[in-house]
């Protein structure tokens, strides 16, 4: 299994606001090509202002495949236009994580 771990920093006070566009305009079409998320976080203390999402995933053909097929779609297409009219997002880290072995992601 590869984990796709994100770590998005929006302006301050826009967390709910990008949460909100993300959820109309991005998760279904992700669901539909990536499957749920193993979590979508937002940052209650420490570094505010911050979004996690982790996508599991086969290995990275199986991202590469799933991604590039969501990146054809209208809907998706729609929502990269609505997010960046918005500006709410400022940063993106993107890491391709692998679990333990003793601390497997069940699915």
Not at 19 to 32: A, F, I, N, R, S
Not at 64 to 70: D, L, Q, T
Not at 88 to 107: C, E, G, H, N
Request: glycine fraction near 6%; proline fraction near 6%; aromatic fraction near 12%.
């Amino acid at each position: 299994m590869l984990v796709d771990f994100r770590i998005y920093r929006v302006r301050p006070g826009m967390a709910q606001a990008q949460m909100d566009v993300y959820e109309k305009y991005g998760l279904p079409t992700q669901v539909q090509y990536c499957g749920e998320p193993i979590a979508y976080l937002s940052a209650e203390s420490g570094e505010l202002n911050t979004l996690v999402h982790l996508w599991a995933f086969e290995d990275a053909g199986d991202r590469a495949a799933r991604r590039a097929a969501m990146t054809k779609e209208p809907a998706w297409q729609e929502y990269v236009r609505k997010n960046a009219e918005t500006g709410y997002i400022v940063d993106q880290r993107t890491s391709l994580m692998v679990p333990a072995k003793f601390a497997p992601i069940r699915r």
